[in-house]
Protein backbone atom coordinates (compact mmCIF):
# COMPACT_ATOMS: atom_id res chain seq x y z
CA UNK A 1 0.00 0.00 0.00
CA UNK A 2 1.05 3.48 -1.06
CA UNK A 3 3.09 5.38 1.75
CA UNK A 4 0.44 8.60 1.46
CA UNK A 5 -2.83 5.67 1.83
CA UNK A 6 -1.66 4.45 4.98
CA UNK A 7 -1.04 8.33 6.32
CA UNK A 8 -5.16 8.77 5.05
CA UNK A 9 -5.86 5.48 7.25
CA UNK A 10 -3.65 6.95 9.85
CA UNK A 11 -5.70 10.46 9.56
CA UNK A 12 -9.11 8.81 9.24
CA UNK A 13 -8.25 6.94 13.08
CA UNK A 14 -7.14 9.91 14.59
CA UNK A 15 -10.46 11.71 13.76
CA UNK A 16 -12.52 8.66 15.28
CA UNK A 17 -10.36 8.45 18.27
CA UNK A 18 -12.38 11.88 18.39
CA UNK A 19 -15.75 10.09 17.74
CA UNK A 20 -14.84 7.50 20.45
CA UNK A 21 -14.57 10.40 22.91
CA UNK A 22 -17.47 11.99 21.73
CA UNK A 23 -19.55 9.41 21.75
CA UNK A 24 -18.93 8.13 25.47
CA UNK A 25 -19.15 11.99 26.68
CA UNK A 26 -22.22 12.38 25.30
CA UNK A 27 -23.66 9.26 26.89
CA UNK A 28 -21.81 9.26 29.97
CA UNK A 29 -21.43 5.44 30.14
CA UNK A 30 -19.44 3.43 27.94
CA UNK A 31 -15.90 1.75 27.22
CA UNK A 32 -13.48 4.30 25.80
CA UNK A 33 -10.31 2.17 26.72
CA UNK A 34 -10.80 -0.83 24.70
CA UNK A 35 -12.55 1.61 22.04
CA UNK A 36 -8.67 3.20 21.52
CA UNK A 37 -6.69 0.32 21.67
CA UNK A 38 -9.10 -1.47 18.71
CA UNK A 39 -9.58 1.63 16.62
CA UNK A 40 -6.72 1.26 14.18
CA UNK A 41 -6.96 -2.52 13.30
CA UNK A 42 -10.87 -1.27 12.54
CA UNK A 43 -9.98 1.54 10.52
CA UNK A 44 -7.69 -0.86 8.54
CA UNK A 45 -9.72 -3.78 7.75
CA UNK A 46 -13.31 -1.19 7.09
CA UNK A 47 -10.96 0.54 4.87
CA UNK A 48 -9.07 -1.89 3.22
CA UNK A 49 -9.88 -5.23 3.28
CA UNK A 50 -13.09 -6.04 4.22
CA UNK A 51 -15.81 -6.72 1.01
CA UNK A 52 -18.97 -4.52 2.48
CA UNK A 53 -21.55 -2.69 1.10
CA UNK A 54 -23.12 -0.11 3.58
CA UNK A 55 -25.80 0.02 1.33
CA UNK A 56 -26.66 -3.67 1.19
CA UNK A 57 -25.39 -4.43 4.51
CA UNK A 58 -26.62 -7.71 4.21
CA UNK A 59 -25.16 -8.45 0.61
CA UNK A 60 -24.91 -11.95 0.74
CA UNK A 61 -21.55 -12.34 -0.64
CA UNK A 62 -19.81 -9.65 2.02
CA UNK A 63 -17.13 -10.73 4.42
CA UNK A 64 -18.26 -10.68 8.06
CA UNK A 65 -16.32 -8.41 10.99
CA UNK A 66 -17.54 -9.77 14.12
CA UNK A 67 -16.45 -8.06 17.61
CA UNK A 68 -16.47 -10.77 20.06
CA UNK A 69 -15.19 -7.70 22.54
CA UNK A 70 -18.52 -6.05 22.44
CA UNK A 71 -18.16 -3.80 24.83
CA UNK A 72 -15.88 -1.94 22.79
CA UNK A 73 -18.71 -0.69 20.50
CA UNK A 74 -17.93 3.02 20.61
CA UNK A 75 -14.98 2.30 18.14
CA UNK A 76 -17.44 0.34 15.88
CA UNK A 77 -19.76 2.53 16.12
CA UNK A 78 -17.77 5.28 14.61
CA UNK A 79 -15.95 3.28 12.06
CA UNK A 80 -19.59 2.05 10.93
CA UNK A 81 -20.75 5.63 11.03
CA UNK A 82 -18.20 6.97 8.67
CA UNK A 83 -18.52 4.31 6.51
CA UNK A 84 -22.31 5.23 6.27
CA UNK A 85 -23.85 2.25 7.76
CA UNK A 86 -25.91 4.64 9.28
CA UNK A 87 -26.40 8.70 10.25
CA UNK A 88 -23.76 9.70 12.39
CA UNK A 89 -27.02 11.47 14.09
CA UNK A 90 -27.05 8.09 15.96
CA UNK A 91 -23.66 8.64 17.74
CA UNK A 92 -25.39 11.31 19.89
CA UNK A 93 -27.73 8.51 21.14
CA UNK A 94 -25.86 5.87 21.81
CA UNK A 95 -26.81 4.08 25.25
CA UNK A 96 -30.26 6.32 25.23
CA UNK A 97 -33.48 5.23 25.25
CA UNK A 98 -35.34 4.35 22.18
CA UNK A 99 -31.88 4.97 20.56
CA UNK A 100 -30.30 2.48 17.75
CA UNK A 101 -26.94 2.20 19.31
CA UNK A 102 -27.72 0.00 22.23
CA UNK A 103 -24.76 -0.33 25.30
CA UNK A 104 -23.61 -3.18 23.26
CA UNK A 105 -24.10 -4.70 19.57
CA UNK A 106 -27.41 -6.04 18.64
CA UNK A 107 -28.07 -7.58 15.02
CA UNK A 108 -30.59 -4.80 14.16
CA UNK A 109 -28.30 -2.26 14.18
CA UNK A 110 -26.88 -2.13 10.11
CA UNK A 111 -23.56 -3.14 9.30
CA UNK A 112 -23.46 -5.50 12.98
CA UNK A 113 -23.12 -9.06 12.31
CA UNK A 114 -22.84 -10.19 16.13
CA UNK A 115 -24.38 -9.04 18.92
CA UNK A 116 -21.67 -8.92 21.62
CA UNK A 117 -21.73 -7.66 25.58
CA UNK A 118 -20.90 -11.32 26.86
CA UNK A 119 -17.36 -12.22 26.45
CA UNK A 120 -15.77 -15.02 24.79
CA UNK A 121 -19.38 -16.05 22.58
CA UNK A 122 -18.06 -14.05 19.16
CA UNK A 123 -15.34 -16.53 18.14
CA UNK A 124 -17.48 -19.40 18.57
CA UNK A 125 -20.48 -17.96 16.46
CA UNK A 126 -17.34 -16.61 13.89
CA UNK A 127 -16.32 -20.28 13.79
CA UNK A 128 -19.84 -21.15 12.70
CA UNK A 129 -19.88 -18.37 10.21
CA UNK A 130 -16.86 -19.90 8.52
CA UNK A 131 -18.02 -23.47 8.78
CA UNK A 132 -21.46 -22.84 6.68
CA UNK A 133 -19.41 -20.27 3.97
CA UNK A 134 -16.67 -23.04 3.45
CA UNK A 135 -20.20 -25.43 3.06
CA UNK A 136 -21.51 -23.57 0.47
CA UNK A 137 -17.93 -22.84 -1.21
CA UNK A 138 -18.24 -18.90 -0.89
CA UNK A 139 -14.96 -16.83 -0.85
CA UNK A 140 -16.36 -14.73 1.58
CA UNK A 141 -13.74 -14.25 4.82
CA UNK A 142 -14.78 -14.00 8.60
CA UNK A 143 -12.95 -11.48 10.36
CA UNK A 144 -13.38 -11.93 14.39
CA UNK A 145 -11.72 -9.69 17.20
CA UNK A 146 -11.15 -10.72 20.95
CA UNK A 147 -8.99 -9.39 23.72
CA UNK A 148 -7.03 -10.91 26.18
CA UNK A 149 -8.64 -10.57 29.01
CA UNK A 150 -12.04 -11.72 26.81
CA UNK A 151 -9.04 -15.03 26.48
CA UNK A 152 -9.81 -16.48 29.88
CA UNK A 153 -13.22 -17.45 29.05
CA UNK A 154 -13.08 -21.21 28.00
CA UNK A 155 -15.07 -20.81 25.14
CA UNK A 156 -12.48 -19.13 23.21
CA UNK A 157 -10.11 -22.38 23.20
CA UNK A 158 -13.43 -24.36 22.84
CA UNK A 159 -13.48 -22.30 19.57
CA UNK A 160 -10.39 -22.13 18.78
CA UNK A 161 -9.32 -26.04 19.08
CA UNK A 162 -12.58 -26.56 16.97
CA UNK A 163 -11.08 -23.69 14.05
CA UNK A 164 -8.05 -25.41 13.24
CA UNK A 165 -9.87 -28.57 13.62
CA UNK A 166 -11.96 -27.79 10.62
CA UNK A 167 -9.10 -26.53 8.70
CA UNK A 168 -10.95 -22.86 8.83
CA UNK A 169 -8.76 -20.99 6.53
CA UNK A 170 -11.61 -18.57 5.86
CA UNK A 171 -11.48 -17.46 9.39
CA UNK A 172 -8.94 -14.43 10.59
CA UNK A 173 -8.91 -13.69 14.74
CA UNK A 174 -7.43 -10.85 15.91
CA UNK A 175 -5.96 -10.15 19.40
CA UNK A 176 -6.50 -6.57 20.68
CA UNK A 177 -3.96 -7.44 23.43
CA UNK A 178 -4.05 -4.14 25.34
CA UNK A 179 -2.84 -5.59 28.19
CA UNK A 180 -5.44 -3.92 30.93
CA UNK A 181 -9.05 -5.41 31.86
CA UNK A 182 -11.74 -4.23 34.22
CA UNK A 183 -10.23 -4.46 37.56
CA UNK A 184 -6.54 -3.96 36.33
CA UNK A 185 -3.77 -5.57 34.58
CA UNK A 186 -4.25 -8.42 32.69
CA UNK A 187 -1.25 -10.21 33.88
CA UNK A 188 -1.97 -9.57 37.50
CA UNK A 189 -5.85 -10.16 37.10
CA UNK A 190 -5.32 -13.79 35.28
CA UNK A 191 -1.98 -13.97 32.71
CA UNK A 192 -3.11 -15.27 29.49
CA UNK A 193 0.86 -16.09 28.98
CA UNK A 194 2.83 -16.49 25.78
CA UNK A 195 -0.31 -16.13 23.29
CA UNK A 196 1.43 -16.46 20.60
CA UNK A 197 2.78 -19.74 21.04
CA UNK A 198 -0.75 -20.99 22.60
CA UNK A 199 -2.20 -20.38 19.52
CA UNK A 200 0.69 -21.39 17.35
CA UNK A 201 0.09 -24.44 19.56
CA UNK A 202 -3.99 -24.62 19.28
CA UNK A 203 -2.95 -25.62 15.18
CA UNK A 204 -3.47 -21.34 13.81
CA UNK A 205 -1.31 -19.49 12.06
CA UNK A 206 0.33 -16.64 14.00
CA UNK A 207 1.11 -13.17 12.81
CA UNK A 208 2.21 -10.66 15.92
CA UNK A 209 2.19 -6.70 15.71
CA UNK A 210 1.62 -3.83 16.94
CA UNK A 211 -1.38 -2.60 16.72
CA UNK A 212 -1.04 1.02 16.39
CA UNK A 213 1.62 0.78 13.50
CA UNK A 214 -0.57 1.00 10.07
CA UNK A 215 1.78 -0.35 8.07
CA UNK A 216 2.31 -3.63 10.24
CA UNK A 217 -1.52 -4.18 10.53
CA UNK A 218 -2.08 -3.35 6.72
CA UNK A 219 0.79 -6.39 6.03
CA UNK A 220 -0.71 -8.57 8.29
CA UNK A 221 -4.19 -8.26 7.44
CA UNK A 222 -2.32 -8.98 3.34
CA UNK A 223 -0.46 -11.95 4.81
CA UNK A 224 -3.75 -13.64 5.71
CA UNK A 225 -5.25 -15.87 5.16
CA UNK A 226 -3.24 -18.88 4.96
CA UNK A 227 -4.28 -22.40 3.32
CA UNK A 228 -5.02 -24.74 5.48
CA UNK A 229 -5.84 -23.13 8.64
CA UNK A 230 -7.37 -20.09 10.76
CA UNK A 231 -5.07 -17.18 11.31
CA UNK A 232 -4.23 -15.11 14.49
CA UNK A 233 -3.11 -11.96 14.19
CA UNK A 234 -1.79 -11.01 17.94
CA UNK A 235 -2.10 -7.03 17.90
CA UNK A 236 -0.18 -5.77 20.40
CA UNK A 237 -2.19 -2.55 21.56
CA UNK A 238 -2.59 0.06 24.45
CA UNK A 239 -5.48 0.19 26.12
CA UNK A 240 -6.53 3.70 25.73
CA UNK A 241 -3.98 4.62 23.00
CA UNK A 242 -3.84 8.25 22.08
CA UNK A 243 -6.00 9.63 25.12
CA UNK A 244 -2.52 10.22 27.81
CA UNK A 245 -4.21 9.46 31.26
CA UNK A 246 -6.71 6.96 29.47
CA UNK A 247 -3.25 4.54 28.42
CA UNK A 248 -3.03 1.04 30.22
CA UNK A 249 -5.47 2.83 32.80
CA UNK A 250 -7.85 0.29 33.95
CA UNK A 251 -10.74 2.59 35.63
CA UNK A 252 -11.19 4.15 31.93
CA UNK A 253 -11.82 0.04 30.96
CA UNK A 254 -15.40 1.32 31.27
CA UNK A 255 -16.00 5.09 32.64
CA UNK A 256 -16.85 8.02 30.79
CA UNK A 257 -14.89 11.23 31.11
CA UNK A 258 -15.73 13.78 33.03
CA UNK A 259 -16.42 17.46 31.34
CA UNK A 260 -12.41 18.09 31.98
CA UNK A 261 -11.39 14.78 31.14
CA UNK A 262 -13.23 15.21 28.13
CA UNK A 263 -11.42 18.45 26.94
CA UNK A 264 -7.94 16.66 27.91
CA UNK A 265 -8.57 13.62 25.77
CA UNK A 266 -9.98 15.75 22.45
CA UNK A 267 -6.70 17.91 23.39
CA UNK A 268 -4.08 14.71 23.55
CA UNK A 269 -6.05 13.60 20.42
CA UNK A 270 -5.83 16.87 18.31
CA UNK A 271 -1.66 16.75 19.25
CA UNK A 272 -1.46 13.35 17.72
CA UNK A 273 1.28 13.49 14.89
CA UNK A 274 0.04 10.84 12.41
CA UNK A 275 2.96 10.83 10.83
CA UNK A 276 5.20 9.50 14.04
CA UNK A 277 2.10 8.02 15.66
CA UNK A 278 2.52 4.09 15.97
CA UNK B 1 -51.54 -56.02 22.42
CA UNK B 2 -49.25 -53.20 23.85
CA UNK B 3 -48.02 -51.24 21.32
CA UNK B 4 -44.00 -51.17 20.24
CA UNK B 5 -42.18 -49.71 22.31
CA UNK B 6 -39.42 -46.82 21.00
CA UNK B 7 -37.27 -43.73 22.76
CA UNK B 8 -38.16 -40.52 21.83
CA UNK B 9 -34.97 -39.75 20.39
CA UNK B 10 -34.95 -42.39 18.27
CA UNK B 11 -37.77 -40.42 16.61
CA UNK B 12 -35.56 -37.30 16.70
CA UNK B 13 -32.60 -38.99 15.07
CA UNK B 14 -34.87 -41.06 12.84
CA UNK B 15 -36.46 -37.55 11.44
CA UNK B 16 -33.08 -35.66 10.89
CA UNK B 17 -32.02 -38.03 8.85
CA UNK B 18 -35.19 -37.74 6.80
CA UNK B 19 -35.39 -34.25 6.92
CA UNK B 20 -31.72 -34.11 5.65
CA UNK B 21 -31.96 -36.00 2.72
CA UNK B 22 -35.39 -33.40 1.91
CA UNK B 23 -33.71 -30.05 2.71
CA UNK B 24 -29.83 -29.61 2.02
CA UNK B 25 -29.82 -26.90 4.01
CA UNK B 26 -30.47 -28.86 7.48
CA UNK B 27 -26.89 -29.23 9.25
CA UNK B 28 -26.17 -30.86 12.45
CA UNK B 29 -23.67 -29.62 15.62
CA UNK B 30 -23.00 -32.32 17.50
CA UNK B 31 -21.11 -32.53 20.74
CA UNK B 32 -19.63 -36.03 20.94
CA UNK B 33 -23.47 -37.66 21.80
CA UNK B 34 -24.92 -38.59 18.58
CA UNK B 35 -24.64 -42.04 19.21
CA UNK B 36 -26.99 -41.22 22.43
CA UNK B 37 -29.18 -38.33 20.75
CA UNK B 38 -29.40 -40.63 17.92
CA UNK B 39 -28.11 -37.37 15.32
CA UNK B 40 -25.48 -39.96 14.43
CA UNK B 41 -28.10 -41.13 11.44
CA UNK B 42 -27.52 -37.99 10.02
CA UNK B 43 -23.83 -37.84 10.66
CA UNK B 44 -23.22 -41.16 8.84
CA UNK B 45 -25.14 -40.18 5.54
CA UNK B 46 -24.51 -36.35 5.54
CA UNK B 47 -20.65 -36.02 6.95
CA UNK B 48 -19.98 -32.89 5.27
CA UNK B 49 -23.20 -31.03 7.21
CA UNK B 50 -22.44 -32.80 10.05
CA UNK B 51 -20.17 -30.54 12.53
CA UNK B 52 -18.36 -31.77 15.74
CA UNK B 53 -17.44 -29.45 17.89
CA UNK B 54 -16.19 -32.36 20.39
CA UNK B 55 -16.98 -32.42 24.28
CA UNK B 56 -17.80 -28.42 24.38
CA UNK B 57 -21.35 -27.00 24.77
CA UNK B 58 -20.69 -23.68 24.84
CA UNK B 59 -19.29 -24.03 21.35
CA UNK B 60 -22.14 -26.32 19.84
CA UNK B 61 -24.36 -23.37 20.34
CA UNK B 62 -22.16 -20.53 19.65
CA UNK B 63 -21.13 -22.18 15.79
CA UNK B 64 -25.23 -23.48 15.60
CA UNK B 65 -25.93 -19.58 15.81
CA UNK B 66 -22.95 -18.34 13.49
CA UNK B 67 -24.05 -21.45 11.21
CA UNK B 68 -27.95 -20.35 11.42
CA UNK B 69 -27.09 -16.30 10.28
CA UNK B 70 -26.22 -18.02 6.95
CA UNK B 71 -29.48 -18.92 6.12
CA UNK B 72 -28.77 -22.78 7.11
CA UNK B 73 -31.19 -24.41 9.42
CA UNK B 74 -28.89 -25.92 12.57
CA UNK B 75 -30.65 -29.00 14.96
CA UNK B 76 -27.94 -29.04 18.06
CA UNK B 77 -28.04 -31.68 20.15
CA UNK B 78 -26.52 -33.10 23.18
CA UNK B 79 -27.88 -34.28 26.41
CA UNK B 80 -30.46 -31.98 27.93
CA UNK B 81 -28.01 -31.53 31.11
CA UNK B 82 -25.34 -30.61 30.05
CA UNK B 83 -26.79 -28.40 27.32
CA UNK B 84 -27.30 -26.59 30.48
CA UNK B 85 -23.91 -25.76 30.45
CA UNK B 86 -24.02 -23.25 27.41
CA UNK B 87 -27.40 -21.53 28.89
CA UNK B 88 -26.00 -18.24 28.97
CA UNK B 89 -24.90 -18.65 25.10
CA UNK B 90 -28.73 -20.20 24.28
CA UNK B 91 -29.73 -16.90 26.26
CA UNK B 92 -27.44 -14.49 24.84
CA UNK B 93 -26.79 -15.49 21.49
CA UNK B 94 -29.12 -17.71 20.24
CA UNK B 95 -32.76 -16.41 22.59
CA UNK B 96 -31.38 -12.75 22.75
CA UNK B 97 -31.36 -12.31 18.31
CA UNK B 98 -34.02 -14.82 17.53
CA UNK B 99 -31.66 -16.92 15.71
CA UNK B 100 -33.19 -20.11 14.03
CA UNK B 101 -31.17 -22.64 16.01
CA UNK B 102 -33.15 -26.19 17.27
CA UNK B 103 -31.76 -27.60 20.40
CA UNK B 104 -32.73 -30.52 21.16
CA UNK B 105 -31.91 -32.08 25.05
CA UNK B 106 -31.63 -35.95 25.35
CA UNK B 107 -31.76 -38.09 28.07
CA UNK B 108 -33.89 -35.31 29.90
CA UNK B 109 -35.91 -36.32 33.49
CA UNK B 110 -35.34 -39.08 36.04
CA UNK B 111 -36.19 -41.41 33.47
CA UNK B 112 -32.64 -41.66 31.84
CA UNK B 113 -32.22 -44.02 35.19
CA UNK B 114 -28.75 -45.62 36.04
CA UNK B 115 -26.06 -42.90 34.87
CA UNK B 116 -27.85 -41.21 38.14
CA UNK B 117 -28.24 -37.50 39.56
CA UNK B 118 -25.51 -35.86 37.26
CA UNK B 119 -27.68 -36.76 34.10
CA UNK B 120 -30.62 -36.37 34.82
CA UNK B 121 -31.87 -33.07 33.54
CA UNK B 122 -34.97 -31.93 35.70
CA UNK B 123 -34.90 -27.88 35.33
CA UNK B 124 -34.30 -27.37 31.66
CA UNK B 125 -37.95 -27.07 30.57
CA UNK B 126 -37.39 -24.03 33.75
CA UNK B 127 -35.13 -22.34 32.32
CA UNK B 128 -35.57 -22.75 29.08
CA UNK B 129 -39.48 -21.73 29.18
CA UNK B 130 -37.89 -18.19 31.09
CA UNK B 131 -36.21 -17.17 27.64
CA UNK B 132 -38.26 -14.49 25.49
CA UNK B 133 -38.50 -15.78 21.66
CA UNK B 134 -37.74 -19.50 23.35
CA UNK B 135 -40.71 -21.97 22.65
CA UNK B 136 -40.03 -25.41 24.62
CA UNK B 137 -41.43 -28.81 23.28
CA UNK B 138 -41.48 -31.77 24.89
CA UNK B 139 -42.62 -35.08 22.56
CA UNK B 140 -44.73 -37.63 24.10
CA UNK B 141 -43.63 -40.44 21.52
CA UNK B 142 -41.45 -41.35 19.45
CA UNK B 143 -43.67 -40.01 16.27
CA UNK B 144 -44.25 -36.72 17.70
CA UNK B 145 -40.88 -36.22 18.14
CA UNK B 146 -40.54 -37.14 14.30
CA UNK B 147 -43.59 -34.40 13.72
CA UNK B 148 -41.88 -32.13 15.88
CA UNK B 149 -38.34 -32.26 14.18
CA UNK B 150 -40.08 -31.77 10.85
CA UNK B 151 -42.58 -29.39 12.33
CA UNK B 152 -39.29 -26.73 13.57
CA UNK B 153 -38.16 -26.85 9.91
CA UNK B 154 -40.94 -24.48 9.27
CA UNK B 155 -40.98 -23.03 12.50
CA UNK B 156 -37.95 -19.48 12.04
CA UNK B 157 -36.52 -19.00 15.59
CA UNK B 158 -35.26 -20.38 18.77
CA UNK B 159 -36.72 -23.80 20.15
CA UNK B 160 -35.54 -26.34 22.95
CA UNK B 161 -36.82 -29.69 22.65
CA UNK B 162 -36.70 -31.96 24.87
CA UNK B 163 -36.58 -35.63 24.34
CA UNK B 164 -35.72 -38.92 26.19
CA UNK B 165 -33.51 -42.31 26.41
CA UNK B 166 -36.15 -44.75 27.33
CA UNK B 167 -38.45 -46.33 25.59
CA UNK B 168 -42.32 -45.79 25.81
CA UNK B 169 -45.38 -46.91 23.76
CA UNK B 170 -45.75 -45.63 20.58
CA UNK B 171 -49.24 -43.88 21.17
CA UNK B 172 -49.64 -41.80 17.62
CA UNK B 173 -49.99 -43.07 14.28
CA UNK B 174 -48.12 -42.36 11.39
CA UNK B 175 -50.48 -39.44 10.25
CA UNK B 176 -50.52 -37.72 13.33
CA UNK B 177 -50.38 -33.69 12.86
CA UNK B 178 -48.42 -31.73 15.73
CA UNK B 179 -49.03 -28.36 15.77
CA UNK B 180 -47.10 -25.77 18.28
CA UNK B 181 -49.10 -24.48 20.98
CA UNK B 182 -51.80 -27.08 20.38
CA UNK B 183 -52.66 -29.33 23.69
CA UNK B 184 -53.90 -33.00 22.66
CA UNK B 185 -57.03 -34.88 24.20
CA UNK B 186 -56.17 -37.98 24.35
CA UNK B 187 -58.73 -39.05 26.67
CA UNK B 188 -62.27 -37.42 27.55
CA UNK B 189 -63.66 -37.46 31.10
CA UNK B 190 -65.53 -35.40 33.45
CA UNK B 191 -64.41 -35.67 36.88
CA UNK B 192 -60.26 -33.99 36.82
CA UNK B 193 -57.80 -33.44 33.68
CA UNK B 194 -54.39 -34.46 33.77
CA UNK B 195 -52.31 -32.40 31.99
CA UNK B 196 -49.75 -33.99 31.27
CA UNK B 197 -45.97 -34.15 29.34
CA UNK B 198 -42.91 -36.34 27.53
CA UNK B 199 -42.75 -39.75 29.16
CA UNK B 200 -45.55 -39.27 31.92
CA UNK B 201 -48.45 -38.71 29.37
CA UNK B 202 -48.00 -42.77 29.32
CA UNK B 203 -48.19 -43.18 33.26
CA UNK B 204 -51.13 -40.54 33.15
CA UNK B 205 -52.82 -42.72 30.42
CA UNK B 206 -52.57 -45.80 32.67
CA UNK B 207 -53.69 -44.12 35.21
CA UNK B 208 -56.75 -42.72 34.01
CA UNK B 209 -57.18 -46.77 33.38
CA UNK B 210 -57.04 -47.60 36.91
CA UNK B 211 -59.38 -44.31 37.74
CA UNK B 212 -61.97 -45.66 35.47
CA UNK B 213 -62.09 -48.72 36.88
CA UNK B 214 -62.77 -47.01 40.87
CA UNK B 215 -65.61 -45.09 38.72
CA UNK B 216 -63.70 -41.88 38.12
CA UNK B 217 -63.06 -40.03 34.71
CA UNK B 218 -60.44 -38.33 33.87
CA UNK B 219 -59.58 -36.53 30.79
CA UNK B 220 -56.02 -37.33 29.55
CA UNK B 221 -54.50 -33.87 27.77
CA UNK B 222 -50.72 -34.33 26.14
CA UNK B 223 -48.93 -31.17 26.44
CA UNK B 224 -45.86 -31.25 23.93
CA UNK B 225 -45.94 -27.63 23.70
CA UNK B 226 -44.92 -25.82 27.25
CA UNK B 227 -43.88 -22.45 25.50
CA UNK B 228 -46.58 -21.26 24.47
CA UNK B 229 -48.78 -22.88 26.58
CA UNK B 230 -52.62 -24.30 24.94
CA UNK B 231 -54.28 -21.57 27.79
CA UNK B 232 -57.38 -21.96 26.22
CA UNK B 233 -57.43 -25.33 26.39
CA UNK B 234 -55.96 -25.84 29.74
CA UNK B 235 -58.87 -23.23 31.10
CA UNK B 236 -61.52 -24.58 29.00
CA UNK B 237 -61.02 -28.05 31.11
CA UNK B 238 -60.61 -26.54 34.29
CA UNK B 239 -64.26 -25.20 34.13
CA UNK B 240 -65.50 -28.65 32.79
CA UNK B 241 -63.32 -30.69 35.53
CA UNK B 242 -62.96 -27.89 38.58
CA UNK B 243 -60.08 -30.24 38.97
CA UNK B 244 -56.65 -30.05 37.50
CA UNK B 245 -53.93 -32.22 38.04
CA UNK B 246 -50.30 -31.76 36.61
CA UNK B 247 -47.66 -34.49 35.42
CA UNK B 248 -44.37 -34.28 34.28
CA UNK B 249 -40.81 -35.60 34.68
CA UNK B 250 -39.58 -32.37 35.79
CA UNK B 251 -39.33 -30.44 39.19
CA UNK B 252 -42.12 -29.44 40.46
CA UNK B 253 -41.25 -26.02 39.81
CA UNK B 254 -40.86 -24.06 36.88
CA UNK B 255 -42.08 -27.07 34.46
CA UNK B 256 -45.55 -27.55 33.49
CA UNK B 257 -47.01 -27.41 36.67
CA UNK B 258 -45.82 -23.73 37.05
CA UNK B 259 -46.92 -22.91 33.70
CA UNK B 260 -50.66 -24.57 33.69
CA UNK B 261 -50.96 -22.79 37.89
CA UNK B 262 -49.65 -19.23 35.82
CA UNK B 263 -52.89 -19.55 33.53
CA UNK B 264 -55.28 -20.94 36.16
CA UNK B 265 -54.15 -18.46 38.56
CA UNK B 266 -55.03 -15.71 36.58
CA UNK B 267 -57.92 -16.67 34.73
CA UNK B 268 -59.85 -19.67 36.65
CA UNK B 269 -57.87 -20.80 39.83
CA UNK B 270 -59.43 -24.03 40.76
CA UNK B 271 -58.04 -27.08 42.56
CA UNK B 272 -54.67 -28.12 41.36
CA UNK B 273 -52.36 -30.93 42.26
CA UNK B 274 -48.37 -30.62 40.35
CA UNK B 275 -47.16 -34.06 40.01
CA UNK B 276 -43.42 -33.88 39.42
CA UNK B 277 -39.82 -34.64 40.75
CA UNK B 278 -40.91 -32.90 44.37
CA UNK B 279 -37.54 -30.19 44.33
CA UNK B 280 -35.28 -32.90 44.58
CA UNK B 281 -32.49 -34.55 42.45
CA UNK B 282 -33.07 -38.36 41.39
CA UNK B 283 -30.11 -41.37 41.37
CA UNK B 284 -29.24 -44.24 39.91
CA UNK B 285 -32.04 -46.99 39.46
CA UNK B 286 -34.29 -48.42 36.40
CA UNK B 287 -36.49 -45.75 35.14
CA UNK B 288 -39.62 -47.96 36.35
CA UNK B 289 -38.32 -48.04 39.68
CA UNK B 290 -37.40 -44.57 40.07
CA UNK B 291 -40.57 -43.16 38.80
CA UNK B 292 -42.25 -45.53 41.22
CA UNK B 293 -39.97 -44.19 44.36
CA UNK B 294 -40.57 -40.50 43.33
CA UNK B 295 -44.56 -40.61 42.72
CA UNK B 296 -44.35 -40.87 38.97
CA UNK B 297 -45.60 -43.91 38.44
CA UNK B 298 -49.54 -44.44 37.08
CA UNK B 299 -50.37 -45.56 40.55
CA UNK B 300 -49.16 -42.60 42.17
CA UNK B 301 -51.07 -40.77 39.61
CA UNK B 302 -54.09 -42.79 40.60
CA UNK B 303 -53.61 -41.86 43.93
CA UNK B 304 -53.19 -38.07 43.91
CA UNK B 305 -56.18 -37.66 41.54
CA UNK B 306 -58.20 -39.37 43.97
CA UNK B 307 -57.53 -37.86 46.78
CA UNK B 308 -57.68 -33.75 45.34
CA UNK B 309 -61.27 -34.92 43.48
CA UNK B 310 -61.93 -35.84 47.70
CA UNK B 311 -61.19 -32.03 48.23
CA UNK B 312 -63.01 -30.55 45.32
Not at chain 2, 84 to 100: G, I, P, Q
Not at chain 2, 236 to 241: I, V
Not at chain 2, 248 to 269: F, K, Q, R, T
Not at chain 2, 282 to 289: A, Q
Amino acid sequence: MPKDDILELKQKAKELRKSIIEIVYKAQSGHPGGSLSEIDMLVALYNHKLKIDPKNPKWEDRDRFVLSKGHASPGLYAVLADKGFFSKSELGKFRQLGGMLQGHPELSIPGIEFAGGSLGQGISFSVGIALALKLDKKNSKVYVMIGDGESQEGVVWEASMAAAFHKLDNLTAILDKNQVQETGKTKDVMDIGDAAAKWKAFGWNVIEINGHDMGEIIKALDKAPIKGKPTMIISNTIKGKGVSFMELNYKFHGKAPNDEEYKKALDDINRIDVKKFK
Amino acid sequence: MESQKIATREGYGKALLELGRKNKNVVVVDADLGDSTKAEYFGKEFPERFFTVGIAEQNMIGVAAGISVTGKIPYASTFAIFSERAFELVRNVVARNKLNVKICGSHAGITTGEDGKSAQAIEDIAIYRALPNMIVLQPADSVEAEKMVFELVNYHGPSYMRVHRTAFPVIHSSDYKFAIGKGEILREGKDAVIFATGTLVHEALKASDILKNKGINVYVVNISTIKPIDSKLIIELAKKTNCVITAEDHNIIGGLGSAVAEVLSENYPCKMKRIGVQDVYGESGKPDELYKKYGLDSESIAEEVTKIIKKK
